[in-house]
DNA sequence: ACATGTGAAGCGCTTCACAGCG
DNA sequence: CGCTGTGAAGCGCTTCACATGT
C-alpha cells in the first residue's frame, strides 16, 4: 500500500516531473521502463518511487503521462504556490528572478532585495529591487515562505538569520559558504563549487584508481 | 583501516572543506564535535568520514585544520587544477564565470562560449567570448576535462553531445532539462527549480502531515 | 582525562523476482 | 501477453559505544 516518501525519492520525483514535461508532444502514456530510460535510472526503482504516490499504473500498459504528472505535483505540494524572496541582485540574482518556469513549477517571486544604492530601485524581471531593510516586513506581509541567498558570501550568514526572523521556512543557499539557522528552518545549499568538486572527485576516481 | 570513500560521503567532504575554509583566522586544531555542529552532521559521522582519508586526528586533541583541508583536498583530487569550459553567456553564465573562486578549489576557467553575434568577442571575467563552433577544438587545445552547460534548455542537449564528443569527462547542467550523453561521461544537475521543489517539499510535509 | 578511530548493530534504500491484473 | 506493484532479500550507510592512544 501506499507508503510514505523516502528522503531519497524526492530529488527523483522532481527528476520524474522534468522527464515528464520534457516528454515528446503526444505522448499520452508511458512505461517505468521508458522513464527509467530518460531519467538515467533503473525501472525497478521507478515503479517504486512511482508507488509511494499510489497506484497509478495500468498493468500491461503503462502510466498516464499527464496524470502523472499532476500525482508528483501534489505529492511534492506543487499544487499551490510557494512566495519567495530572492536576495542579492547580482548575475546570479538577476539570472534566477529571469528564470521563466516559476509560476509552471509552484512558485512565485514576491520580493528582490540588495542594498546597493545604484540597484535598489531598478527592474529585474517583473519586480522592483526594494532595499534590504525592508526583507522583514515584505517576507512577512507577502507570506514568504523560501528565501534565496544569492549575495556574496560574507553577507550570506546575516541574510539568513534576517530570513529566518522574518519567518521564512527554508533557505536555498547559493553563496560558497555554510550558514547556521534556528533548527525549524529548513537550508539547501546550491553551491556551484561543490558539485563542481563532486565531478573532480569522479575524474579523479577514474584515473588515478 | 583506510576504506574507500562511500558515494554520498564526498558531498559531506566537501562540505567540511568549506567549513574548514571559513574557521576564524588562528584556529590551529579542530575537534570532530565542533567540525560537526558547523557543518550541521553528528559528530561520529565526521570522524567516519574522515577516517577515509587516513589516520590524522589526535586521540584527546582533535584535528589539526590546516593539514585536514590538504588532506580532504588531495582525497577529492584538489590538488591539481581542472581545466574547464562554460556554454552559455547569459546571467547565469555570467555569474559562474566571475565566480572569484575557482582557483582556490582546484578549477580554471579555459574556455567560454555563445552563439549570440552581440556576445562572441565581448569580454567576461578574464576570458573574451568565443563561438559555440570553436568549442570542439578549444577542448580539445586546452585540454577541458569538465563542460559547464548555462545555456537555455532548449539548446541544453545538442551542447552536452557537443561537450561529450569533444571529449571532456564530466557536465554540470543547469539547464532545466535532462540531458543525455555516452555512459563514460559523467552528469550532475544543478538546477535551481529541483531545489526549490524539494524545498516545497519539506515545507508541504510540515504543514499537512 | 579526553577525543579519535572503529568493529558491530541497526536502519533505510535498492534491487530482485514474480504475483497480480488489465 | 505485458507491465505494474510489491514482499523479501541484499547492500551500504549511519549510529552506537567503547577500546585505543596521547
Known sequence: M???????????LTLYLQCLEDLPAGMGRISSEDLASRAGVN???????????GSYGVRGVGYD??????????ELGLTREWPLVIVGVGNLG????????????????VGIFDDDPNK??????????????????????RQARIGVIAT?????????????????????NFA????????????????????LQVLAFHLHQGTAG
Not at 43 to 53: I, T
Not at 65 to 74: D, G, K, N, T
Open 65 to 74: 503521462a499527464e496524470h502523472l504528472r499532476f500525482q508528483i505535483r501534489r
Open 120 to 141: 535598489v530601485g531598478t527592474r529585474v524581471g517583473e519586480h522592483r529591487v526594494e532595499p534590504v531593510a525592508a526583507l522583514p516586513d515584505v517576507v512577512r506581509e
Open 176 to 195: 560558497p559558504t555554510v550558514v547556521r539557522v534556528p533548527a525549524h528552518v529548513a537550508v539547501r545549499r546550491a553551491d556551484f563549487s561543490t558539485e
Open 94 to 109: 538577476r539570472a534566477l528572478a529571469n528564470y521563466g518556469g516559476f509560476h509552471e513549477k509552484g512558485f512565485r517571486v
Open 152 to 172: 556574496p558570501p560574507e553577507e550570506a550568514q546575516l541574510v539568513a538569520e534576517m530570513l529566518a526572523a522574518a519567518g521564512v521556512a527554508a533557505i536555498l
Open 43 to 53: 525501472s525497478a526503482k521507478v515503479r517504486k518511487d512511482l508507488s509511494y504516490l
Open 2 to 12: 501506499k507508503q510514505p516518501v523516502p528522503r531519497v525519492a524526492v530529488p527523483r
